[in-house]
């Protein structure tokens, strides 16, 4: 039997197999399937240990090698059914070995996007229990070869960057693993991070210097199809499109204003209909004739190449107003002063505006489309000075109305641009996200390449706001992909910023890397002097977070030497400052004295300059090189002195803007994070509870309060002051007990508060540990019970056990989870024989006062003569342009009418539920019930929404600004009963960014929610017991508890899964 020939060689295979020891059975498994896979390499991407086989596709976009094994036919299919078999019957214990077979067998197999998923997740649960540094390293390299196929062949380009981390942590463990060479240099093609592609292939070409090697041979071929020149077409060359213009050489010009047409439409627009313009003012017909051919010549191109008409019906204005002198005179002076707006617009003059105004007035006058275009500009200088009201007023004038400009594809798509970044500012970003879409496809008819590359960016950005990280991805990807074919330098710098930043926020360093070299070598193509020292800014951070000083203080240099050339006086002194404040924390860990000079260099400039949130930002970075350099009292004056400037802000007298909320947000967790952790540096347990209290007490307050959207309507409410311990103790019933967490950078401190005394319990936990806790528990979901259970005791044991002694069997547990625990359920926590469900009533709070503030309120409308009417509302007709990543929720009709029953209650449904309808309706409510989707946010947790029908006077998201602004005073109860979290962010229904916290902030003292999507049929159950036990006088943690045993406890398998119960909380006060 010849060996080379594959069906023979699988034939052997599989008898040799038959043949094995039981023990083998899954070493032996593994070559057999490497050994099909090098019969018929069905994919790029190296599996580890996979011998050679052919591959066709060597470059970015090229379909896979071959078909999955699993459409083999013959000889071979059958030999791979007797394989399938073998894997099938390999034992269910979860051993690493095994769990790697049946992700090959899956990954081999693969015809759909769920079969890669399903390798995928193998992979990840082969690699939580694989001991060995070299049986991890193979795993995490096929772990990258499975997100590579899933990124190329199914097209989910988020899978990219997995891949690449993937390889690099197999290189970490295993330098000379060959396979995670390959793969690497594999994904940082796929990737367009063309920099650092040259030198992976080089590095995976040395690891294998036999010339005879196949995969040498591979690779050399891989880098040379890498290294040749792409195709491309003519240089923009303004000279020689004029020429062929002139000559009306159409052969010549077609080229150029194809592959230009931006550049072509922008030429016409502005410089050939300025240039008629001013040629006519002076008398010079043979220059206005000219000009006017040009125009005429470039506009008809334009027209006939499927892009925007607005040149050739600009230049027809013209002509029909040759009879009238007036009117010409009118279109010249209009075109002239429209040429001029917009260089001024360009380089940010404020003086743009009247200039634009005037252009609009003059060239409307004359009948010219050319006016709906200057007015387009002077919507856009609004936007510049942040007067994003008055540009969207401006966009919405009659004859901007973008159902108007059928025949201008790019002036639409520019409406649509400016619309969607004015309303994402305004805090709207699920209608920028429409608008960006329709600015994409306006864009795509126009043929206007680097507006459709800059669409896909500004896609990705509101749909990260959003939490949709995926769905970015792919807009991300695609835009680098037009932005290289139409070489612009500005979208390539602008999309690989924003990854880089985000790859920050998500802690992954070494991407971020990759990320801003590309983006320093895009800024140096821009015509944008400022943005390669900024770039070299963020790179120095990222090497110095990597540990690289000496990189960090060569990227510092360079920007400095381009800071230096810069002739703007303002801005060079900025700059400086700004360049100070990044030395000072590149130097901060190496030397804290050095960095603290530096820092408050910078923070002299940014007081005298108003700069705030760079002030806020630069004294939390000082206070952490004091912390280092010993002193730690400044560093405490410096944390306490930016809590105080945040608090003067919200109470000063020029609001926050929209777009300023999120940093403004993320600032002020860290310096209540950094002042805890001063704390207890210090040794002053009683300081850092105090300093909790106020964070968790005030934070979200004064961001309401500081905030342009929601200020006029809650700036007369007295703020909640955080109640002192000794205070919040007498204040707690006999049988509860209080649980403060406060997650820091290496350690877990909880407090445990009751009447009769505190305790405090310090935990070795680190944040990453953690995530990769809650991140097995989230996909044990979808596990059984036992899976489900060994998940849940992890975190048991590292939340729940170290300190559950301190308090009695039967006593109730306010648990006040830091952020980072807000998305635990602690219900479904498992001790190993009990769930923490059966043997406590829970509750959770945003704090200590907050919790004895709710419970006042609640004993006050109980005692008093509040309305016992219910309100339901849901199954709501949503708008699926602004929530069309929503699933439909099928039985909340019968979910509805259920709850109805029960509580007698008013029901809004369909078209009637409305924001503005709950908003009336709800107060008056004893107990209101939301049976609808809660998307957080927890970037700007006054964006977290809840999805319903829309009204008059909006498209049906009512945001948590619009709750907080509504005092809910008669209502006792609001239940959420369809949540949906967003995306990947972990946010739990007590997390600042819920909408828990917005009705309790509203005046609702107790709220129900869910961390989870819940299947209809459980939820509907579990609320018709809970309501049940709540009419019976129950409080509302003990009715919830009663309701999720009841779930617990069923013979029904399958609603007796935490997946069903454990999502729900009540949120505020118990009784």
Same mark, same amino acid.
């Given at each position: 039997?010849?060996?080379?020939?594959?069906?023979?060689?699988?034939?052997?295979?599989?008898?040799?197999?038959?043949?094995?020891?039981?023990?083998?059975?899954?070493?032996?498994?593994?070559?057999?399937?490497?050994?099909?896979?090098?019969?018929?390499?069905?994919?790029?991407?190296?599996?580890?240990?996979?011998?050679?086989?052919?591959?066709?596709?060597?470059?970015?976009?090229?379909?896979?090698?071959?078909?999955?094994?699993?459409?083999?036919?013959?000889?071979?299919?059958?030999?791979?059914?007797?394989?399938?078999?073998?894997?099938?019957?390999?034992?269910?214990?979860?051993?690493?070995?095994?769990?790697?077979?049946?992700?090959?067998? #899956?990954?081999?197999?693969?015809?759909?996007?769920?079969?890669?998923?399903?390798?995928?997740?193998?992979?990840?649960?082969?690699?939580?229990?694989?001991?060995?540094?070299?049986?991890?390293?193979?795993?995490?390299?096929?772990?990258?070869?499975?997100?590579?196929?899933?990124?190329?062949?199914?097209?989910?380009?988020?899978?990219?960057?997995?891949?690449?981390?993937?390889?690099?942590?197999?290189?970490?463990?295993?330098?000379?693993?060959?396979?995670?060479?390959?793969?690497?240099?594999?994904?940082?093609?796929?990737?367009?991070?063309?920099?650092?592609?040259?030198?992976?292939?080089?590095?995976?070409?040395?690891?294998?210097?036999?010339?005879?090697?196949?995969?040498?041979?591979?690779?050399?071929?891989?880098?040379?199809?890498?290294?040749?020149?792409?195709?491309?077409?003519?240089?923009?060359?303004?000279?020689?499109?004029?020429?062929?213009?002139?000559?009306?050489?159409?052969?010549?010009?077609?080229?150029?204003?194809?592959?230009?047409?931006?550049?072509?439409?922008?030429?016409?627009?502005?410089?050939?209909?300025?240039?008629?313009?001013?040629?006519?003012?002076?008398?010079?017909?043979?220059?206005?004739?000219?000009?006017?051919?040009?125009?005429?010549?470039?506009?008809?191109?334009?027209?006939?190449?499927?892009?925007?008409?607005?040149?050739?019906?600009?230049?027809?204005?013209?002509?029909?107003?040759?009879?009238?002198?007036?009117?010409?005179? #009118?279109?010249?002076?209009?075109?002239?002063?429209?040429?001029?707006?917009?260089?001024?617009?360009?380089?940010?003059?404020?003086?743009?505006?009247?200039?634009?105004?005037?252009?609009?007035?003059?060239?409307?006058?004359?009948?010219?489309?050319?006016?709906?275009?200057?007015?387009?500009?002077?919507?856009?200088?609004?936007?510049?000075?942040?007067?994003?009201?008055?540009?969207?007023?401006?966009?919405?004038?009659? &004859?901007?109305?973008?159902?108007?400009?059928?025949?201008?594809?790019?002036?639409?798509?520019?409406?649509?641009?400016?619309?969607?970044?004015?309303?994402?500012?305004?805090?709207?970003?699920?209608?920028?996200?429409?608008?960006?879409?329709?600015?994409?496809?306006?864009?795509?008819?126009?043929?206007?390449?680097?507006?459709?590359?800059?669409?896909?960016?500004?896609?990705?950005?509101?749909?990260?706001?959003?939490?949709?990280?995926?769905?970015?991805?792919?807009?991300?990807?695609?835009?680098?992909?037009?932005?290289?074919?139409?070489?612009?330098? #500005?979208?390539?710098?602008?999309?690989?910023?924003?990854?880089?930043?985000?790859?920050?926020?998500?802690?992954?360093?070494?991407?971020?890397?990759?990320? @801003?070299?590309?983006?320093?070598?895009?800024?140096?193509?821009?015509?944008?002097?400022?943005?390669?020292?900024?770039?070299?800014?963020?790179?120095?951070?990222?090497?110095?977070?990597?540990?690289?000083?000496?990189?960090?203080?060569?990227?510092?240099?360079?920007?400095?030497?381009?800071?230096?050339?810069?002739?703007?006086?303002?801005?060079?002194?900025?700059?400086?400052?700004?360049?100070?404040?990044? &030395?000072?924390?590149?130097?901060?860990?190496?030397?804290?004295?050095?960095?603290?000079?530096?820092?408050?260099?910078?923070?002299?400039?940014?007081?005298?300059?108003?700069?705030?949130?760079?002030?806020?930002?630069?004294?939390?970075?000082?206070?952490?090189?004091?912390?280092?350099?010993?002193?730690?009292? @400044?560093?405490?004056?410096?944390?306490?002195?930016?809590?105080?400037?945040?608090?003067?802000?919200?109470?000063?007298?020029?609001?926050?803007?929209?777009?300023?909320?999120?940093?403004?947000?993320?600032?002020?967790?860290?310096?209540?994070?950094?002042?805890?952790?001063?704390?207890?540096?210090?040794?002053?347990?009683?300081?850092?509870?105090?300093?909790?209290?106020?964070?968790?007490?005030?934070?979200? %307050?004064?961001?309401?309060?500081?905030?342009?959207?929601?200020?006029?309507?809650?700036?007369?409410?007295?703020?909640?002051?955080?109640?002192?311990?000794?205070?919040?103790?007498?204040?707690?019933?006999?049988?509860?007990?209080?649980?403060?967490?406060?997650?820091?950078?290496?350690?877990?401190?909880?407090?445990?508060?009751?009447?009769?005394?505190?305790?405090?319990?310090?935990?070795?936990?680190?944040?990453?540990?953690?995530?990769?806790?809650?991140?097995?528990?989230?996909?044990?979901?979808?596990?059984?019970?036992?899976?489900?259970? @060994?998940?849940?005791?992890?975190?048991?044991?590292?939340?729940?056990?170290?300190?559950?002694?301190?308090?009695?069997?039967?006593?109730?547990?306010?648990?006040? %989870?830091?952020?980072?625990?807000?998305?635990?359920?602690?219900?479904?926590?498992?001790?190993?024989?009990?769930?923490?469900?059966?043997?406590?009533?829970?509750?959770?709070?945003?704090?200590?006062?907050?919790?004895?503030?709710?419970?006042?309120?609640?004993?006050?409308?109980?005692?008093?003569?509040?309305?016992?009417?219910?309100?339901?509302?849901?199954?709501?007709?949503?708008?699926?342009?602004?929530?069309?990543?929503?699933?439909?929720?099928?039985?909340?009709?019968?979910?509805?009418?259920?709850?109805?029953?029960?509580?007698?209650?008013?029901?809004?449904?369909?078209?009637?539920?409305?924001?503005?309808?709950?908003?009336?309706?709800?107060?008056?409510?004893?107990?209101?019930?939301?049976?609808?989707?809660?998307?957080?946010?927890?970037?700007?947790?006054?964006?977290?929404?809840?999805?319903?029908?829309?009204?008059?006077?909006?498209?049906?998201?009512?945001?948590?600004? @619009?709750?907080?602004?509504?005092?809910?005073?008669?209502?006792?109860?609001?239940?959420?009963?369809?949540?949906?979290?967003?995306?990947?962010?972990?946010?739990?229904?007590?997390?600042?960014?819920?909408?828990?916290?917005?009705?309790?902030?509203?005046?609702?003292?107790?709220?129900?929610?869910?961390?989870?999507?819940?299947?209809?049929?459980?939820?509907?159950?579990?609320?018709?017991?809970?309501?049940?036990?709540?009419?019976?006088?129950?409080?509302?943690?003990?009715?919830?508890?009663?309701?999720?045993?009841?779930?617990?406890?069923?013979?029904?398998?399958?609603?007796?899964?935490?997946?069903?119960?454990?999502?729900?909380?009540?949120?505020?006060?118990?009784?």
């Amino acid at each position: 039997m010849n060996p080379r020939n594959p069906r023979a060689w699988l034939a052997l295979a599989v008898l040799a197999l038959a043949c094995r020891p039981p023990g083998d059975e899954a070493g032996g498994l593994h070559r057999q399937l490497l050994a099909a896979a090098s019969a018929e390499r069905p994919f790029p991407p190296r599996l580890t240990g996979m011998p050679h086989a052919p591959c066709s596709s060597l470059g970015r976009g090229e379909p896979p090698c071959a078909a999955p094994l699993r459409a083999a036919g013959g000889e071979h299919g059958r030999a791979l059914v007797a394989l399938e078999r073998r894997v099938a019957a390999l034992a269910e214990a979860p051993a690493a070995e095994i769990l790697h077979m049946k992700a090959l067998w #899956r990954l081999l197999t693969a015809r759909r996007d769920d079969d890669v998923g399903a390798a995928i997740a193998l992979l990840e649960r082969a690699l939580e229990t694989a001991p060995e540094p070299a049986q991890r390293a193979a795993l995490h390299n096929d772990l990258a070869a499975a997100r590579l196929v899933r990124a190329e062949i199914f097209d989910r380009p988020a899978d990219l960057e997995r891949a690449l981390l993937a390889a690099e942590r197999a290189l970490e463990l295993a330098p000379d693993l060959d396979e995670a060479r390959f793969n690497r240099a594999l994904a940082l093609e796929r990737l367009y991070l063309d920099a650092a592609v040259p030198a992976a292939w080089h590095s995976a070409l040395d690891a294998d210097p036999d010339p005879a090697s196949p995969w040498r041979q591979e690779m050399a071929a891989r880098l040379e199809r890498f290294a040749q020149p792409a195709a491309e077409g003519p240089s923009w060359d303004e000279g020689a499109l004029l020429r062929a213009l002139d000559a009306a050489d159409l052969d010549a010009a077609r080229p150029l204003a194809d592959r230009f047409r931006r550049r072509a439409r922008e030429l016409g627009e502005g410089d050939l209909l300025a240039a008629w313009g001013e040629a006519h003012l002076a008398g010079d017909a043979a220059a206005a004739a000219t000009a006017l051919h040009r125009a005429r010549t470039l506009g008809n191109l334009l027209a006939d190449l499927g892009g925007d008409r607005l040149l050739a019906d600009a230049v027809t204005a013209i002509e029909r107003a040759r009879p009238d002198p007036a009117a010409a005179d #009118r279109l010249a002076m209009g075109h002239a002063a429209y040429r001029e707006g917009f260089e001024l617009y360009q380089s940010g003059e404020e003086k743009a505006l009247p200039r634009l105004e005037k252009a609009a007035r003059l060239l409307a006058s004359g009948g010219s489309i050319s006016s709906a275009r200057a007015r387009f500009y002077a919507a856009g200088a609004h936007y510049k000075a942040e007067r994003y009201s008055v540009a969207l007023d401006v966009l919405a004038a009659s &004859e901007l109305l973008p159902d108007h400009l059928a025949a201008y594809p790019a002036l639409r798509g520019h409406l649509y641009w400016l619309r969607g970044l004015c309303t994402l500012i305004l805090g709207r970003p699920r209608e920028a996200l429409v608008d960006y879409r329709l600015a994409l496809a306006s864009f795509e008819l126009a043929g206007e390449r680097s507006n459709v590359a800059s669409s896909h960016g500004l896609l990705a950005d509101a749909l990260e706001r959003l939490g949709r990280h995926d769905e970015a991805w792919h807009h991300h990807h695609r835009g680098l992909e037009i932005a290289g074919q139409a070489g612009d330098a #500005r979208s390539h710098y602008l999309i690989y910023s924003a990854l880089s930043d985000s790859a920050l926020r998500r802690d992954q360093p070494r991407s971020a890397e990759y990320y @801003q070299l590309e983006a320093v070598a895009a800024a140096a193509r821009t015509s944008i002097p400022i943005w390669v020292p900024e770039s070299l800014y963020f790179l120095a951070l990222i090497h110095s977070k990597l540990g690289d000083l000496e990189a960090a203080r060569d990227d510092l240099e360079r920007a400095k030497q381009r800071i230096e050339q810069h002739r703007d006086e303002q801005e060079r002194r900025r700059a400086m400052a700004d360049l100070a404040r990044i &030395e000072g924390v590149v130097l901060s860990r190496a030397r804290p004295e050095q960095a603290i000079d530096r820092l408050s260099e910078a923070l002299r400039f940014y007081d005298r300059h108003g700069h705030h949130l760079l002030r806020l930002l630069t004294l939390r970075q000082r206070a952490m090189a004091c912390r280092r350099a010993g002193e730690i009292e @400044q560093a405490a004056r410096d944390l306490d002195a930016g809590i105080r400037a945040f608090a003067d802000l919200a109470r000063g007298k020029q609001p926050l803007g929209e777009g300023e909320r999120p940093a403004f947000w993320r600032e002020l967790h860290r310096l209540y994070d950094e002042r805890v952790a001063v704390a207890l540096e210090k040794g002053a347990a009683a300081e850092a509870l105090a300093v909790v209290e106020e964070a968790r007490t005030r934070a979200l %307050p004064l961001l309401v309060q500081a905030s342009s959207s929601a200020r006029v309507q809650v700036e007369q409410r007295t703020p909640l002051e955080p109640l002192p311990t000794d205070v919040i103790r007498a204040r707690l019933p006999a049988n509860a007990a209080v649980v403060v967490y406060a997650l820091l950078a290496k350690s877990l401190h909880v407090w445990i508060l009751r009447r009769d005394g505190v305790d405090e319990v310090a935990i070795e936990l680190e944040p990453p540990i953690l995530r990769r806790s809650l991140r097995r528990l989230a996909q044990a979901r979808a596990g059984d019970e036992a899976r489900w259970q @060994q998940a849940a005791q992890a975190l048991y044991d590292r939340l729940v056990r170290p300190w559950i002694d301190r308090v009695g069997d039967r006593e109730r547990l306010v648990l006040v %989870p830091d952020e980072a625990l807000a998305g635990i359920p602690f219900a479904a926590l498992f001790d190993g024989r009990r769930y923490l469900i059966e043997d406590h009533e829970l509750a959770i709070a945003p704090s200590a006062t907050l919790f004895a503030d709710a419970t006042r309120r609640l004993l006050q409308r109980t005692a008093g003569s509040a309305p016992q009417r219910a309100l339901v509302v849901g199954a709501p007709d949503l708008d699926r342009q602004l929530f069309d990543d929503l699933a439909s929720l099928p039985a909340s009709e019968d979910e509805l009418t259920t709850i109805a029953g029960v509580l007698d209650a008013t029901v809004l449904r369909g078209a009637a539920a409305t924001p503005e309808a709950l908003l009336e309706l709800g107060p008056r409510s004893a107990v209101v019930h939301v049976a609808s989707h809660a998307v957080l946010e927890p970037r700007d947790p006054l964006l977290s929404l809840l999805a319903l029908a829309p009204g008059a006077t909006g498209r049906g998201a009512l945001y948590a600004r @619009q709750i907080y602004a509504v005092p809910f005073t008669a209502t006792r109860l609001v239940t959420l009963a369809a949540c949906r979290s967003a995306g990947e962010s972990g946010e739990g229904i007590e997390g600042p960014a819920s909408l828990a916290r917005a009705f309790l902030a509203a005046g609702v003292p107790a709220v129900v929610a869910s961390l989870w999507d819940v299947d209809d049929h459980a939820t509907a159950r579990l609320f018709t017991t809970f309501y049940a036990h709540l009419r019976r006088g129950e409080g509302a943690a003990a009715a919830l508890r009663a309701a999720q045993l009841a779930l617990l406890r069923s013979s029904d398998d399958e609603l007796s899964h935490p997946r069903h119960w454990g999502a729900f909380m009540i949120v505020g006060a118990a009784d």
